[in-house]
């Protein structure tokens, strides 16, 4: 029993999921991660029924809910053991939506809505977290940009039909600011030069992760999203979203795992009775609970913030707090899962160890736990900087 009281949108959308999960459930997942193949029959349902389309205006072909729905959205997704992250991907590209000129929004929105999958494109082999270093460069040429490097840990790269690329147009040894001289646009995923390379990534989840290299891509101008070189600023409105979806996205999968961990004690007879009632397996499914109930508050007070419109250190500061508090308590609530279970834990067939693996990435991914921490004590707590 989860202790957030959804609004009616939220509960149509829960209903929604959980009549879907019955069709495509957790063994339909599987089936898909074991071939790391694309929820094609699942995602063409969900784009039917107008779900892509949450948080974009209706005279774009959306619904114009909130972020907090779109939260909601995710975490039911994750809770059911189907959620996949290429719908992260989708919700990131908010960045058009809130910063692209009316031409793009009327020419990429309606995609988007219909279902047409957005890939996002920041990370890079040697910039990692330090995103102001990183070199892929679009060079403007006329009517166009050329783009030339790469990027990694782009998820469906190959599978998307359009991209949002994150790249500068000014080499950072050239700009006086570090945040100066990054520029974001929106293409199509095989413009003619680039070129995609499968990762290999051990976590059990059916999307694959690329490096895509650009060799002399040509985008046109007009499809630059917001201002040249002043790329950074309209950054952090997608990150901060990106903070929240993740943390939905491990809350779900953690509350999934709990709720396995809890069947299973609840059935297990040991000693003549269930295991729950044993302290050493309740107590940790208990703060499991707790955890993973304090996240989802951190997660709605960060989606209320953004819907708000809220000043922005603000908004930071509670994406970032959800992202951190989820993604550990989902964690911990796959370890007590799994040591409910015992040595069954470890099996495939009870679906909690094929859990914990994607959950440990979010500690990770989208950015590492330890430069949330950073983040926090250099903005907030007024700490020096280390790096």
């Not at 370890?335 to 009870?350: F, P, S, V």
Request: net charge negative; hydrophobic share 40%; glycine share 8%.
């Amino acid at each position: 029993m989860e202790i957030i009281e959804y609004t009616p949108e939220q509960r149509s959308i829960a209903d929604f999921i959980d009549k879907l999960s019955k069709k495509f459930d957790r063994d339909y997942w599987c089936k898909k991660a074991e071939k790391e193949d694309f929820l094609k029959e699942m995602w063409d349902v969900i784009a039917e029924n107008g779900y892509f389309g949450m948080v974009v205006p209706e005279e774009y072909g959306g619904f114009d809910m909130k972020y907090a729905d779109a939260a909601v959205f995710l975490q039911e997704f994750a809770k059911h053991g189907i959620a996949t992250f290429h719908f992260i991907g989708m919700f990131m590209n908010s960045i058009l939506l809130g910063h692209g000129s009316e031409d793009l929004k009327k020419r990429f929105l309606p995609k988007l809505c219909a279902g047409d999958f957005f890939s996002f494109a920041i990370t890079e082999p040697d910039a990692g977290t330090n995103t102001f270093k990183m070199r892929a460069l679009a060079v403007k040429e006329g009517d166009y940009y050329r783009v030339n490097g790469q990027k990694i840990f782009i998820t469906g790269g190959d599978e998307s039909k359009y991209m949002v690329l994150v790249v500068r147009t000014i080499p950072y040894d050239k700009v006086k600011n570090k945040k100066d001289g990054i520029s974001i646009f929106v293409l199509d995923s095989h413009t003619e030069g680039m070129v995609y390379h499968k990762q290999d990534v051990e976590i059990f989840a059916p999307e694959k992760q690329y490096t895509v290299s650009f060799d002399n891509v040509m985008i046109p101008a007009e499809n630059l999203i917001g201002e040249e070189h002043k790329g950074f600023k309209h950054l952090f409105d997608g990150l901060n979203l990106e903070r929240i979806m993740i943390a939905s996205f491990a809350c779900g999968f953690g509350m999934y795992a709990l709720n396995k961990g809890v069947e299973y004690a609840n059935k297990r007879v040991l000693f003549d009775k269930p295991i729950a009632a044993y302290q050493s397996i309740q107590h940790p499914l208990s703060r499991a609970y707790i955890g993973l109930n304090f996240a989802t508050m951190a997660i709605q007070t960060a989606a209320k913030a953004l819907d708000e419109k809220k000043d922005s250190k603000f908004v930071g500061l509670y994406a970032n707090m959800a992202k951190l508090t989820a993604s550990e308590e989902a964690f911990k609530a796959c370890d007590a899962a799994i040591q409910a279970h015992g040595g069954y834990g470890l099996t495939k067939e009870y679906h909690v160890i094929n859990i914990s693996n994607l959950v440990r990435a979010l500690r990770v991914a989208p950015i590492n736990n330890e430069m949330v921490l950073n983040f926090i004590g250099e903005t907030y707590l007024n700490m020096p900087k280390s790096y």
